[in-house]
């Protein structure tokens, strides 16, 4: 089995930053791309930013700019720097991960639990 335990969540002001972090954990042989959802209260979860294989990343509009997605794949781990925070950023914030655990099995997507980041204004 695998596990991805995402931290760094809290409450922050607006103008400020938070830096999301989420370990993946279990029968790992490889990790192919990594991204991070929000949901935010009465809405549909949405696609927060992607990370490859290979580094290539992409974001969503709203956040292109302030958000910035890396990874550390020797210690399975995937970040988001979220800087110059907005209260529309308030949202439950989940990380994902497609796992290879052998080399014989195909990818499957993995979830974390999520972590609330809250922006006051």
């Known amino acids: 089995q695998v596990q991805l335990v995402e931290s760094g969540g809290g409450l922050v002001q607006a103008g400020g930053s938070l830096r999301l972090s989420c370990a993946a954990s279990g029968s790992i042989f490889s990790i192919n791309h990594m991204d991070w959802y929000r949901q935010a209260p009465g809405k549909q979860r949405e696609l927060v930013a992607v990370i490859s294989s290979g580094g290539s990343t992409n974001y969503a509009d709203a956040v292109k700019g302030r958000f910035t997605i890396s990874r550390d794949d020797a210690k399975n781990t995937v970040y988001l720097q979220m800087n110059s925070l907005k209260p529309e950023d308030t949202a439950v914030y989940y990380c994902?991960?497609?796992?290879?655990?052998?080399?014989?099995?195909?990818?499957?997507?993995?979830w974390g639990q999520g972590t609330q980041v809250t922006v006051s204004s």
């Open positions: 994902t991960a497609d796992v290879r655990v052998s080399i014989l099995s195909s990818p499957l997507r993995y």
